[in-house]
């Protein structure tokens, strides 16, 4: 997986006021940490979300430029990020350096592909997965795990044991856990109510024709 550089600066300043003023100026504080070390830095929001497009991925391996450009750009990942409860604004970001020769363990996200049979038959497509936990060289991350599911039909599914991963990389994730599914449809099924006269009932009882137990009238 090829990098992107991601321009970056050290910060003296730590704590609520000082992160406060340096969302003001257009900079998202961060802290880059590796194998227990730690660095506050800041990136400016412009150059951020000129890769992370309305989404942050946790998976994808970005090289971190020191405003100096004295030294060679530092591989990382996002480990982690705040959001704003109500505005969804960035508020902060963990980076983890990486080395290339040393195995990671993070998360790839899932894609689905293909238009199921089962769908085509009035089956529900379900996904109960959308990420899987995956270990192997930065190197060789995939971006995004795809999943076929044209040939998924009405009561069939897709394990995490039948993914086929690239070389290199190993699933940590439960084999037996579904991805996605293949639902068959919910069918009303209307009550059969005797007529009064051959089902007798108690004064007060109130028979109630045409009701589908699943549909929630009572």
């Not at 971190?64 to 004295?70: G, K, R, T, V, W």
């Not at 290339?100 to 363990?105: D, G, L, R, V, Y």
């Not at 044991?161 to 068959?184: H, N, R, T, W, Y």
């Amino acid at each position: 997986m090829e990098a992107q550089v991601l321009p970056i600066k050290t910060r003296s300043e730590i704590g609520k006021n000082a992160n406060h003023k340096l969302r003001a100026q257009g900079y998202i504080p961060a802290v880059l940490y590796s194998h227990g070390v730690s660095q506050a830095v800041m990136v400016e929001k412009k150059n951020f979300f000129k890769i992370f497009k309305g989404h942050i991925s946790e998976n994808l391996l970005i090289d971190l430029q020191f405003n100096d450009q004295s030294s060679s750009p530092v591989k990382a990942f996002i480990k982690d990020y705040q959001r704003h409860p109500i505005t969804d604004e960035i508020l902060h970001l963990d980076f983890f350096k990486v080395t290339m020769t040393e195995t990671i363990t993070t998360k790839a996200p899932i894609e689905i592909i293909g238009s199921s049979i089962g769908v085509k038959q009035g089956g529900v497509l379900e996904v109960i997965e959308r990420e899987i936990e995956v270990e192997c060289l930065p190197a060789d991350l995939p971006e995004k795990v795809q999943i076929d599911v044209t040939n998924l039909a009405i009561g069939q599914s897709i394990h995490v044991k039948d993914i086929i991963v690239p070389k290199g990389v190993q699933i940590l994730s439960s084999p037996e856990s579904v991805i996605v599914a293949v639902l068959a449809p919910h069918k009303a099924t209307e009550e059969v109510v005797q007529p009064a006269e051959e089902q007798p009932h108690e004064p007060g009882h109130r028979v109630v024709c045409g009701v589908s137990p699943r549909s929630g009238v009572l």
